[in-house]
């Protein structure tokens, strides 16, 4: 296989998970699950915020033993097979979620996003062996731009359902969705590296292994400041992912149509933020890339404690589209440059770990927020220490040589 058709076959991946990110996580099910499941109620911020967080923590604990065992046995597509049918099955069962069902709807989408963030330790793995480390930056760009570019499909497939309120088929249509698009990887793309026949279990060989990673992660310098940094940072994004549609949904009393028309906005800007500054990155370098990024968010966050008005709020959806798309791609392409080859996967585990142990604490300090004071104003005010410090840490890195 072309080289050009295993990165086209890889983001595909992304084009086709994204239905859930944005179906389940971002849009429809995340206003659903307080509006309907909840009947709106303020403590709904908080039922979502322990959702996320549970999820978040059962994979940032499985995700590095996962990413050893993976390393050593190739079987990153085993894996990856296995959570994308996890998540699949669960968002298909959260078609049969209705009002009151809140431990149901919770239970249902903690399975599911495991499934989808469990899966992600893998698939990012799949870089360094379809492209070379000077192209790491657009071929991420690339990968999360066909993924908006997917939610952006997916919306227009729902449209007609959100028009006649049939909310909980859209659920299994972005299960659908993702099953169809994500078949190509597992039919044409392959583990590059050989079995390694052991008489050990793989169980033992992931915790020895994190073991090691873990008492040798001060000889990654640059790397273990790099994950620090991406720690803070990345728990103000998965925080505005996971609560900017209850948001305007409940301060800004957008309609779903009207949700509609901003996700649409957020993703396709998210385009242009993970394409071209990925084109970017690899010119300018990663990490100040990143910092763009980091400051875009803040003025994001600022403007969206603001606003007011509904027209304003587009203008917080197209610079976070931006932000969003330029922080997650960018961030992929640096880890890489920043990892040795021979322990790419196992040390994606550590990154994936980062990033959802992250986000157990974001979410929760909005939903507290928002659930105590009754104000969402300000819950989003928080996510804005995220983003400074992870800047401030960012600055310490140095991105100038690749990993050895």
Not at 207 to 218: E, S
Not at 296 to 304: G, Q, V
Not at 328 to 348: G, I, N, V
Not at 365 to 370: A, E, K, L, M, P
Request: proline share 2%; charged share 15%; with cysteine.
């Amino acid at each position: 296989m072309s080289s050009k058709l295993k990165i086209f076959v890889w983001t595909l991946f992304d084009f086709a998970n994204t239905s859930y990110s944005i179906i389940i996580v971002t849009f429809l099910y995340a206003v659903y699950f307080k509006q309907v499941v909840n009947d709106g109620n303020p403590v709904g911020d908080l039922y979502w915020s322990f959702g996320t967080s549970i999820a978040m923590l059962i994979t940032a604990i499985i995700s590095p033993i996962l990413g050893a065992i993976a390393d050593y046995s190739a079987g990153k597509k085993r894996f990856l097979l296995f959570f994308t049918l996890q998540c699949i099955l669960a968002t298909a069962l959260l078609t049969f979620v209705e009002k009151g069902d809140v431990l149901f709807g919770l239970i249902l989408f903690i399975i599911a996003n495991v499934g989808f963030e469990a899966g992600l330790v893998f698939y990012d793995a799949f870089l360094p062996e379809i492209t070379a480390p000077k192209n790491y930056g657009r071929v991420s760009g690339y990968g999360f731009g066909m993924g908006y570019v997917g939610s952006l499909v997916c919306l227009a497939l729902v449209y007609p359902f959100i028009q006649s309120d049939q909310i909980r088929i859209t659920f299994l249509i972005a299960a659908v969705f993702f099953l169809i698009f994500s078949l190509p990887l597992f039919l044409k793309l392959h583990d590059t590296r050989k079995v390694v026949d052991v008489s050990k279990s793989y169980l033992s060989i992931g915790f020895n292994r994190v073991f090691w990673t873990l008492k040798h992660i001060k000889d990654y310098k640059n790397l273990s400041l790099f994950l620090l940094s991406y720690f803070f940072y990345i728990e103000g994004v998965n925080t505005v992912i996971f609560f900017s549609g209850n948001y305007a949904s409940t301060t800004l009393h957008f309609s779903n149509i009207e949700l509609l028309i901003f996700f649409i906005t957020v993703q396709t800007t998210a385009i242009f933020g993970s394409v071209i500054l990925g084109i970017v990155a690899d010119s300018i370098g990663q990490k100040k890339t990143i910092m763009i990024s980091l400051v875009i968010w803040l003025l994001t966050i600022l403007l969206a404690y603001f606003t007011e008005q509904k027209e304003m709020f587009y203008v917080v959806g197209l610079l976070a589209g931006v932000a969003m798309g330029s922080s997650q791609s960018t961030s992929r392409s640096l880890m890489s440059k920043l990892t040795p080859d021979e322990k790419k996967t196992e040390l994606f585990g550590f990154y994936s770990f980062f990033g959802k142990s992250s986000a157990i604490l974001g979410p929760l300090v909005f939903g507290y927020i928002s659930y105590i004071t009754g104000n969402q104003r300000y819950a989003i005010s928080s996510i804005a220490f995220f983003f400074l410090i992870g800047l401030l840490i960012l600055f310490k890195v140095n991105d100038s040589e690749a990993a050895s």
